[in-house]
């Protein structure tokens, strides 16, 4: 196999990555969600205002004397959706992370043993991709296998810096 046939094959690698990550956020968080909608059903009911002889009644919180109350389940089940719908979405955000920073270290060390002008004909072409994380992973690859080492040591001066300068 050649080198530009490795590098083609390793630029399609990186399109996938990409497309994986953004379908692993997108499905993990609507699976999230897709499994509160019970407790939204449950919240939006019409047994939900049914009129109940405990909880938290509409005439405690309007000072109307009502009978229609809100049963704490409702409240409790209402909650959790506001919390967990949000919280859906951040575990699929941090499940596609996860992956990118998974795939980028493997993808580094494969464009590792190429070229630095190879490495850029692979990366180059991907910041103009249109999916956004196929440009993220491509940018982080850049500033990851890219990097120069440096050309000479440096060397520390004798001086500790509290001593009096010659005149």
Request: charged share 20%.
């Amino acid at each position: 196999m050649s080198n530009e046939e490795q590098i083609a094959a390793l630029r399609n690698e990186i399109r996938r990555a990409g497309r994986t990550a953004g379908i692993l956020r997108g499905s993990l968080g609507l699976a999230a969600i897709l499994c509160l909608l019970p407790l939204a059903f449950r919240l939006f009911s019409v047994d939900a205002l049914r009129p109940v002889t405990t909880g938290w009644g509409l005439a405690t919180v309007c000072g109307t004397f009502t009978s229609t109350a809100i049963s704490p389940s409702v409240i409790v089940a209402g909650l959790s959706f506001l919390v967990g719908a949000p919280g859906a979405v951040l575990v699929g955000i941090v499940a596609a992370a996860l992956y990118c920073e998974l795939r980028i270290r493997r993808l580094a060390r494969r464009l590792a043993p190429f070229t630095a002008s190879e490495r850029s004909a692979a990366l180059l072409p991907l910041a103009a991709d249109r999916s956004p994380d196929t440009r993220r992973i491509a940018a982080s690859l850049c500033r990851t296998v890219n990097r120069r080492p440096e050309v000479a040591p440096v060397t520390h001066a004798d001086g500790r810096g509290d001593e009096a300068a010659s005149a």
